[in-house]
């Protein structure tokens, strides 16, 4: 068996920010994270003060940290996929919660129905469980089944046989109606 190798993490360079307007940062900090954070810092910042005016000094973290932890934790690499960067990874687990995702079917000659997509109760799982108010009443209700003994029918045996069906049965098995010959003529 044979295992491919991606080199590509390794061929990672990114540019770096060694000086912001006249301070000296050192050995530099990543350019897509400092951007990243401003952007942040200017739509938290904003939308607060637009809600709610000028921070106080009790008020000021709510303004301040929210915005610098996203963007410190969400720019480091996620442990699941190495390529990517958390804040990445935390917005497609979002979107697949909240939305789901279009099954490619046929590859993609055929567009899905609503009915195969992976309904929400199936994509929440067990954090869903946790909102719901019903989770309570699910947890009693399987503490008094387990007295109760599961009792199932008799197994079903199954005695599939491979078959192999060369050139020739498949060629008789085609449908024969719609061809044609090499002079036009139907056979």
Partial sequence: MRVGTTYTRHFDL????????????????????LILGLVLYILWTGSLLALFGLPSQVTFTAYF???LMVAIF????????ER?????????????????????????RRAAARAEWIP??????????AFRRESVRLRRAEEHTEDLEIVAGMPIRLAARPRLYGPDAVFKARPQGGKTSSKGERK
């Fill in 65 to 67: 940290l929210p915005p």
């Fill in 74 to 81: 969400g720019t480091q690499r996620s442990r699941k996929s």
């Fill in 120 to 129: 929400r109760r199936a994509r929440w799982g067990a954090k869903g469980d």
């Fill in 14 to 33: 990114e540019s770096r920010q060694h000086e912001l307007l006249g301070l000296d940062l050192g050995e530099g900090t990543p350019r897509r994270a």
């Fill in 84 to 108: 990517r960067w958390n804040i990445t990874y935390w917005s497609l687990s979002v979107r697949y919660l909240a939305l789901g995702h279009r099954p490619i079917i046929c590859g993609g």
